[in-house]
């Protein structure tokens, strides 16, 4: 058999500080991949500029004229990492495609590995990370906090996975049936089936420059995953109302006792304040979890588009 055609595909973000440093160490790993017979040597690097305002793209039209092997596609804007890696998945070629950020946190070395899978018959294969001690305390708690909802929410997901994966043209083909705007790839991916295995490295620190991933992503990215993947929310709160009910079921009664025989006592102003406020806080905290997924189910019939490409340059097709 001959060794299959790779793509690596890289979003980029404001990434100047880290690209140069990227792009050499990816395209030194294809030549030694291709060397060992693991990969094709017309294995590709696919760069996504995902609207970058600094030298990004200057940077990536540069490499693209100087090696034959690098392609890069421009989004219109900033899509955001899901939609620009999206992109990536959708525009690249070749017969594997490795999803991989462009900071380096993730040993692009385990790629190796990677493919060994692939060619043992796995059309799926996720990065897992061993350990996570070069990420802020914050971070990692944060992280451990989501899988561990989402593990409440009934959500399949790889723990300790990222966007670090090998993905065969079938995988591919099969994700682009999946038409939904609110991304969450790493929930989607389990839903395609397909043989799937994971390879494990340890994450380094980034490399260079700053995460593009602030506190205000993060949190919009975990609600993604949750309201594209669970109706355990909103489950929660018909068993809230359930609980309520009964509850006032018990209150009726009491007023009923208290009505027919005990008649001296004034009703309670606490009993009519806890259950107004209680109630009142309950019914916009609800609301507000309605509207997460009314929001969502706003932006996917629109069907507007999950990203724009602008240009594509050093394109082998
Ligand atoms: N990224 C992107 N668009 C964005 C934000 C991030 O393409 O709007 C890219 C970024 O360039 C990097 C990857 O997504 O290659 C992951 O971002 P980062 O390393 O900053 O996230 P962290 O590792 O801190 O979670
Ligand atoms: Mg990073």
Redesign the pocket.
């Known amino acids: 058999m001959s060794p299959p055609r790779v793509s690596v595909v890289?979003?980029?973000?404001?990434?100047q500080e880290v690209l140069p440093e990227t792009e050499c160490r990816l395209r030194e790993l294809l030549k030694d991949l291709a060397a060992e017979n693991l990969c094709a040597p017309d294995s590709r690097l696919w760069f996504?500029?995902?609207?970058?305002r600094d030298l990004t793209w200057e940077m990536l039209e540069h490499l693209a004229a100087e090696h034959e092997n690098i392609s890069a596609i421009r989004l219109s804007r900033?899509?955001?990492?899901q939609?620009?890696?999206l992109a990536g998945l959708f525009t690249a070629d070749g017969d594997v495609l490795i999803s991989?950020?462009?900071?380096l946190?993730d040993d692009v070395q385990t790629m190796r590995d990677m493919l060994l899978a692939f060619h043992q018959g796995h059309d799926i294969v996720y990065g897992v990370r061993r350990r996570r001690d070069t990420d802020t305390l914050f971070?990692r708690w944060t992280a451990q906090g989501f899988y561990r909802v989402m593990a409440v929410m009934g959500v399949d997901v790889v723990y300790n996975h990222?966007?670090y994966r090998l993905m065969s043209r079938r995988a591919i083909e099969t994700l682009m049936e999946f038409s939904e705007a609110n991304l969450y790839l790493r929930g989607m991916i389990p839903l395609l089936g397909f043989s799937a295995t994971q390879v494990e490295y340890d994450r380094s620190e980034?490399l260079a420059?700053?995460?593009?991933?602030p506190l205000r992503?993060?949190i919009s990215l975990a609600l993604n995953g949750i309201t594209s993947f669970s109706v355990v929310p909103l489950r929660m709160i018909s068993f809230t109302g359930i609980a309520i009910f009964l509850m006032s079921l018990g209150i009726s009664a009491w007023v009923v006792w208290v009505r027919l025989f005990d008649q001296e006592v004034v009703p309670g102003w606490a009993s009519s304040m806890l259950p107004i406020s209680f109630l009142g806080g309950i019914q916009l905290l609800c609301l507000g979890v309605i509207g997460e997924y009314l929001g969502r189910i706003y932006t996917e019939v629109k069907r507007r588009p999950r990203f724009i490409v602008d240009k594509v340059v050093g394109n082998p097709r």
């Open positions: 890289v979003p980029c973000y404001n990434e996504i500029d995902d609207g970058s900033n899509h955001g990492h939609r620009a890696l991989v950020d462009a900071d946190q971070k990222a966007d980034r420059g700053e995460s593009k991933y992503r993060m």
